[in-house]
């Protein structure tokens, strides 16, 4: 039994000098690197001395940083005012007081250099703030654990000694053939994605390189232009095919490798990670929305991906904050998606209604995906650029393309709602069943466009602590008796959500 006495300033690990040399280092390179590039091949290397002394100063510089961070970064509970204190600063001191009833979230990480030393970061989210809060760097996992339940359970804080916290085995083990399948199978988007976001940031590279050393544009286009005709378009489609797939593989098995969740007393613990460990405590109260996918090579294999989201920080639902309010599963089975789903909800109630979209939505999809793109390239082969018309011929593939998704995502765009839950189903490929409880909506708001009235159709939105959730086209003469019943419900449930 370890005992932590946090009624006291407490100092990192240590180790954490290491740490805060290495955030340094980092800093300055990322900061710097182009300056640093120039100057490294501007420099005079005959004056071997000279240039050994002046990164010797450097190192001794940015080591001093360091320990004067550690030595002046200091934690503290005060169990009287119910407040987390934070003092850091290398010169100017900083001190950062935080209420622990506005703590959202505390989240236990640690980076390939914190690996490398042993030591973990203890990351603090707080509500109201769109960023991380505060970040302590360095301390051991017994005392992270220790801390991180504290801050959330601040009910115990003024419990003098650590007790050591049983936890259960994983209740859900990702294994690796799964990760393999699930980057097989899903989310292709994020790695186009990622490969258009490289191939911006090398261009931007080579820009920056051809300014600083003065290149010929000449010289580079020449080379770009002699790579690319040493392969066939066809051959450059399946390189990206590959490429594609091996980035989704190797990111599924960097970010989510040894996955596994645990339950611990009223909480689940989450934790993966083979670069950087990430280790997260999720109470099931606080999940504000729960969202499952599923396509048609993962219903073959019995597999589900599913995120449940938190409150997101701060009075705008910006995409960061949601994304770091939510906890991703990469892949699970039919059974295992039903333990999660009875651990957040318990035994939920049979669907009473489906909520169709109106025919209205076919003809919106159709007249932005369909009438005015294919007019688009057609006035443009016709009247502007006339080497366009070469191009006429793939117009019918992408008819027939974007019409058979536009009637999927039709066919899967329901609502159905029962006197608790609200669940959202939507997509074409990756079909998703997004659910709500109803206490836990904090508005609802009804929108209808005047050519709407006539035909009775309104699109609502849901307005939750981790984001808005929509439908849209809905009958509206079919929703107003269950709004009414919603704002009634909210209004008289006493559940705590947060």
Known sequence: ??????????????????????????????????????????????????????????????????????????????????????????????????????????????????????????????????????????????????????????????????????ESKPFLKVSFLTLIKVGLT??????IALIIGFIGTLYNGIYDFKETFEVDDDQVEGYIDQGVNYFSISFILLLILIVVISLNVGRMIIRYFEYQIKKQNQSLIVSHGLIAKKNTLLKPIKVQTTLFSQNYFQKKLNLFTMELSQASSGDNFEQENAKKATIEIPGCSLSERDIILKMIYGKRDEQKEIVIPNFRYLIKAILLSVVVPIATVVYLGLFILPEVRDYF?????????????????????????????????????????????????????TKQYFWHKNADVAHITFHTAAGDVNFKFAKYSKLKKWINYWLAEVERSSKKWM
């Open 393 to 445: 011929p793939l117009i019918l593939v992408y008819l027939i393309f974007v019409l058979t998704v536009i009637w999927f995502k039709f066919r899967n765009y329901r609502m159905y709602l029962s006197s608790d839950f609200i669940e959202l189903k939507k997509n074409a490929w990756d079909v998703q069943h997004q659910i709500l409880e109803v206490y836990k909506i904090q508005g609802i708001t």
């Open 186 to 191: 899903s989310n292709y988007g994020r790695s």
């Open 1 to 166: 039994m370890i005992n932590y006495d946090f009624s006291q300033p407490q100092r990192q690990s240590i180790k954490g000098i290491a740490i805060m040399f290495a955030d340094t280092i980092q800093g300055i390179i990322r900061g710097l690197w182009a300056p640093l590039l120039f100057v490294l091949y501007k420099m005079d290397w005959t004056k071997i001395l000279v240039t050994a002394g002046l990164f010797v100063l450097i190192i001794v510089v940015v080591g001093v940083v360091a320990y004067l961070k550690y030595i002046n970064f200091t934690f503290y509970l005060n169990t009287k005012l119910q407040e987390f204190v934070i003092q850091k600063g290398v010169f100017n001191k900083d001190k950062i007081t935080i209420q622990l009833n506005k703590i959202q979230q505390v989240n236990i990480n640690q980076s390939l250099v914190q690996k490398l030393v042993g030591v973990y970061s203890l990351d603090i989210d707080t509500a109201g703030s769109t960023k991380k809060e505060v970040s302590i760097r360095a301390i051991d996992l017994n005392m992270a654990n220790y801390l991180k339940e504290l801050l959330l359970e601040n009910e115990n804080a003024g419990t003098a000694e650590n007790q050591v916290i049983e």
